[in-house]
Nanobody
């Protein structure tokens, strides 16, 4: 089992920045594929970013504005979000995957005002 807890969400004006964190406990953090997803009101959950051994991959909508990173010594995943837009408003979820198993946090709300 892996327990994931997101934090760092909040209300920010368009053009601002936020840094999300996802603290993990339970299994060996470094062996998991880690990602961020988000779900806007009335929409399906969508991929935001994933981090692997060779770096990050991003949805086109956030490329160049968001940066995913991980600190295996702290069992923490991060998402640095810059140049935020109102359309980035969503609940952001941390995901850890390995051996066909998926683990999710409860999410943190990001609201971007115009």
């Amino acid at each position: 089992q892996v327990q994931l807890v997101e934090s760092g969400g909040g209300l920010v004006q368009a053009g601002g920045s936020l840094r999300l964190s996802c603290a993990a406990s339970g299994r060996t953090f470094s062996r998991f594929s880690l990602a961020w997803f988000r779900q806007a009101p009335g929409k399906e959950r969508e991929f935001v970013a994933r981090i692997s051994g060779i770096g990050g991959s991003y949805a086109d909508s956030v490329k160049g504005r968001f940066t995913i990173s991980r600190d295996n010594t702290k069992n923490t995943l991060y998402l640095q979000m810059n140049s935020l837009k109102p359309e980035d408003t969503a609940v952001y979820y941390c995901n850890a995957a390995r051996d066909g198993m998926d683990y999710w946090g409860k999410g943190t709300l990001v609201t971007v005002s115009p």
